[in-house]
């Protein structure tokens, strides 16, 4: 069965880095597009970053732009969020995300797939 599984997260001090993993199985991995979203409480999910299905382009969130690198290994079946210089407010539950299909990627309804979701807290 399909399943996508979170992990790396946990509560750091603000400054650190954080690198998220999220290890894919029972689909055609190399073909999906992938996403990281981040739910906050009180908060609506948001798209974090999200990558092609070769790796060869991204795109990130405003809060994650210039901070925080989406990457896969299709070997591997697994994707990566390396998240440097983490502040309090990047605290939540990531999820990884897989879709086959296209559109606006930062609409959560447009995946097939998601993980159960990993907690990262960032104190300051």
């Known amino acids: 069965q399909v399943q996508l599984v979170e992990s790396g997260g946990g509560s750091v001090q603000a400054g650190v880095s954080l690198r998220l993993s999220c290890e894919a199985s029972?689909?055609?991995?190399?073909?999906?597009?992938m996403a990281w979203f981040r739910q906050s409480p009180g908060k609506e999910r948001e798209g974090v970053a999200y990558?092609?299905?070769?790796?060869?382009?991204?795109y990130y969130g405003d809060s994650a732009r210039y901070r925080f690198t989406i990457s896969r290994d299709n070997a591997k079946n697994t994707l990566f969020l390396q998240m440097d210089n983490l502040k309090p407010e990047d605290s939540g539950v990531y999820y990884c995300?897989?879709?086959?299909?296209?559109?606006?990627?930062?609409?959560?309804?447009?995946?097939?797939?998601w993980g159960p979701g990993t907690q990262v807290t960032v104190f300051s």
């Open positions: 995300a897989a879709r086959a299909g296209v559109g606006e990627w930062t609409k959560d309804y447009t995946y097939d797939y």
């Open positions: 029972g689909f055609d991995y190399n073909n999906y597009f």
């Open positions: 990558i092609s299905r070769t790796g060869d382009y991204t």
